[in-house]
């Protein structure tokens, strides 16, 4: 098997446990902590490099998923950082090693894309686990001025690729003169990792987004997608093609209008919408991009929350959880056990509603600053 011979490789023998056993236990440890197991031996020391390990670390923790919550203060001039499971509450994290004031625009697979709030144009793909970053080109020849109006901020979306370790990063708006409102001119830029070159493409066309469909783009079936203002379709970027696309969502959620709130989320490799309607909560997923056909997988009532459901905003999801955020709590809901369970509290009344700036997440050992299929070593 391919597993055993990745394993072989490795040429590493204790005389007590095998290869695979002491390599999966590794692969269940918290990121910090492996590191630390770094020290015991040779073999330990440059297992966090391979390419075999860094797949099987991604699988195990793809199973426990997270939620990373901007902690933004009135009262400080910085944004602190929490990584919040289902099992261990929040656990703290730093993005100093940006070196500069950064806010978080995109998640995806591991990999954040931030923007500089001080220089206008810069971005970051880094993996707050590892500490490791690429800046991006300036995306912008010059500064913001009357001639140069900006258009690249309304949409941002990061799509990275597990399998082939590389990935995109999209920045789309309305061309919009000067002091005038936008222009039916949707102006995107796209960035390989591989050739590290913005592409940039005009199309036709208008749509309105929220603050919170702007941050909440999911990457499956090779496209960018996001949920407009108008909640009546989702917009789809094709990566390949560099072709925009509309996907119209389930009837049910159309006619409902206003009444009902829907979110768009990824759900194991697909598309899905949340909409939260009255004392009910339902799970939809796209299974045909094609025939645009939705399958309600999931209905949940609300009564056990009662308080909190008019707050309460759906923001990462697997088969067997559903991560909420509210004004100061974070809630799970178990699919399986059909449990709700608080997994965190922000006692600092002076901070922003913890669903402003919560983002899906996961653990791993990605590289972002190299792409390719071999070794790698991360500077701690």
């Known amino acids: 098997m391919e597993a055993s011979e990745n394993m072989s490789s490795l040429n590493f023998s204790n005389g007590f446990l ?16 492996l590191f ?8 330990w020391c440059r297992l966090p490099s391979e390419k075999y390990f860094i797949d099987l670390y991604s699988q195990t923790s793809s199973k426990n998923p997270t939620l990373l919550l901007e902690i933004i203060c009135t009262l400080r001039t910085r944004s602190s950082y929490i990584c919040v499971d289902r099992f261990s509450g929040g656990l703290g994290v730093s993005l100093d ?5 950064v806010k978080i625009r995109a998640s995806c697979n591991g990999l954040l894309c931030c923007a500089s709030t001080r220089n206008r144009g810069v971005y970051y793909v ?7 970053f690429r800046l991006l080109p300036r995306a912008r020849g010059r500064a913001i001025t009357r001639c140069q109006p900006e258009y690249e901020a309304t949409l941002i979306g990061l799509a990275f690729d597990p399998k082939s370790w590389k990935y995109h990063v999209a920045l789309a708006g309305f061309y919009r003169p000067f002091g005038r409102r936008p222009h039916d001119q949707l102006v995107c830029l796209v960035l390989d ?70 979110y768009l989320l990824e759900l194991e490799g697909e598309v899905s919408v949340i909409q ?18 939705w399958i309600l997988v999931d209905r ?9 459901a008019t707050n309460a ?32 509290a922000e006692q600092d009344s002076s901070t922003y509603p913890l669903w402003f700036s919560a983002h899906a997440f996961q653990s791993t050992l990605f590289p972002c600053n190299q792409v390719g299929k071999g070794k790698h070593e991360y500077v701690m």
């Open 18 to 33: 095998p290869n695979d056993l002491i390599i999966l236990i590794l692969s269940k440890l918290p990121i910090k902590t």
């Open 36 to 43: 630390r197991c770094k020290l015991v031996c040779k073999f």
């Open 97 to 101: 090693f940006l070196n500069d004031r």
């Open 126 to 132: 880094c993996n707050p686990m590892t500490r490791e």
């Open 193 to 262: 990792s591989d050739t590290n070159v913005w592409r940039r493409f005009v199309t036709c066309q208008f749509d309105e987004f929220t603050h919170m469909n702007r941050n909440q783009s999911v990457f499956a079936n090779g496209l960018l997608h996001w949920l407009t203002y108008s909640c009546s379709h989702v917009l789809a970027l094709d990566l390949k093609d560099e072709v925009w696309m509309k996907i119209s969502l389930p009837e049910e959620i159309v006619a409902s209008g206003l009444v009902c709130r829907v």
């Open 276 to 293: 939260m309607s009255g004392c009910w909560m339902n799970i939809w997923v796209l299974k045909d991009h094609v025939r645009e056909q």
């Open 300 to 308: 949940v009532h609300l009564r056990c929350i009662r308080g909190l």
């Open 313 to 344: 905003f759906p923001m990462c999801q697997t088969s067997d959880v559903v991560f909420l955020a509210a004004q100061r709590k974070v809630l799970t809901y178990g699919r399986k056990d059909k449990v709700w369970r608080e997994v965190y």
